[in-house]
């Protein structure tokens, strides 16, 4: 049985903050506008939430080349 929610984006991208070194891996954006993220070096690959601005400000998309 799979559970289905409703997200307004889909990222499924990485993100760093160069300050602090962090990769995170951001899934998707709920319908009350929080981006669902976990971070790389976390083995209990928890889910967390930032808002859309906290996020941004936070971090970079990393692009590939």
Known sequence: M???IEVRRVYKCLFENLEKQELV????EDMDGYI??????D???TKRKLTKTQFYE???RVWEM
């Open 2 to 4: 799979s559970t289905q």
């Open 25 to 28: 891996y951001a899934w998707y």
């Open 36 to 41: 669902v993220y976990e971070e790389c070096m």
């Open 43 to 45: 083995p209990l690959q």
């Open 58 to 60: 936070r971090y970079m």
